[in-house]
């Protein structure tokens, strides 16, 4: 693939988070990337999304409702895998075996071994790119917030807090009434699916986390058997920031009070990304330094840049499958060593 081409991309499940996520990102980077064919194994929303991006391209974009007839076709270079996470093994080994580049949704499998096998194959496929659409890892709020604890902005980080907490309702959430969502195969359910998220930046910004102890509660089973989560852990710490303890607390049942926001305690101040906005709070200083940072889809346009350019250069790309299975592994042990309430 030449510098200046556009990745020819196939989509492969065109449920909301193609929809809401991917296919707006792709558009803004029209230049970089051109999808050429989608699938879903309804004709609906195949056709849906199919004449969504014929709208922009202001031509017709082919559809089919089986995956392998997309990865037969010699005009996808690489396709981007929206699916039920306990199709993510069969679809991406197929990809891989048609001579496709991957670029798969989170979480990166069910379970443990389904992630293993994900890891062996991207081992014995060097020459093609594979990575997890983990768009925390491209969003720049976290990149701002990274560069102010290695400069010392709050002095030596000790201790790290991330509360979200929402309410996911059936009646109006779109997720919530995604069957293989409720209904999940994969432990943890919403809390695994958004936690890995958490666990992601988590770990960029402080290294790789151990589970001290935790607790998981079901306070509405109609979102599926887990929605509560507390969660203690202790990181390794990164260049720039030392070991530190912390805790995470997702809750998805949450009624009257809506937030996510992480906070990291320094000695000599603190730095708290709350949405999209980070404020650093010093010591020497009674009114925090602001930073809205210039992220206008939360990563999404990111990971597929990262994509393009692993495509082209073979460089390896920042989401590899290797830092998207410590994520999941990071995510079980946290669950596996729950009390239940």
């Known amino acids: 693939m030449k510098t200046g081409e556009r990745v020819r991309l196939g989509i492969i499940g065109c449920g909301i988070a193609a929809n809401e996520l991917h296919w707006p990102a792709l558009e803004r980077l029209w230049k970089e990337f051109e999808v050429v064919m ?24 082919p559809y089919v409702l089986d995956y392998r007839d997309l990865l037969a076709a010699e005009d996808v270079s690489a396709v981007s895998v929206i699916l039920p996470v306990e199709l993510n093994r069969e679809v991406c080994t197929a990809a891989a075996v048609a001579g496709k580049h991957i670029l798969v949704e989170k ?42 604890l290695r400069s010392g902005a709050i002095g030596s980080p000790y201790f790290a807090e991330w509360r979200i907490w929402r309410h996911v309702d059936p009646a109006t959430n779109p997720y919530a009434r995604t069957s293989w969502r409720i209904q999940h195969r994969y432990e943890g359910g ?47 710490g990164r260049t720039g920031v030392p070991p530190m303890s912390g805790s995470v607390s997702i809750g998805f049942s949450v009624s009257g009070a809506e937030v996510d926001r992480l906070t990291i305690l320094g000695s000599r101040g603190a730095a708290e990304v709350d949405g999209s906005t980070l404020r650093v709070f010093g010591a020497d200083s009674e009114k925090p330094h602001v930073v809205y940072p210039a992220e206008n889809d939360a990563g999404y346009s990111g990971e597929y840049r990262d994509f393009r350019h692993s495509i ?10 290797g830092e998207a299975y410590n994520d999941l592994v990071t995510m079980l042990e946290a669950l596996d060593s729950a009390a239940t309430v």
């Open 38 to 61: 989608v699938c879903n194994r309804t004709r609906e929303k195949a056709r849906r999304l199919a004449e969504t991006i014929g709208r922009t391209y202001g031509s017709d974009v």
């Open 107 to 148: 979480p990166i499998a069910e379970n443990e071994a389904s992630a293993r096998a994900l890891l062996r194959l991207e081992e014995q496929c060097p020459h093609l790119v594979m990575m997890v659409a983990e768009n925390y890892r491209y969003r720049t709020v976290f990149e701002d917030l990274a560069g102010a």
């Open 190 to 236: 919403f809390v695994t699916d958004g936690g890995v998220h958490n666990v992601a930046a988590l770990r960029a910004l402080l290294g790789d986390l151990t589970t001290v102890g935790s607790i998981t509660m079901s306070v509405n089973p109609e979102i599926g058997r887990t929605d509560t989560l507390a969660w203690l852990f202790r990181s390794e």
């Open 312 to 321: 082209l250069t073979g460089e390896r790309p920042k989401s590899t499958f």
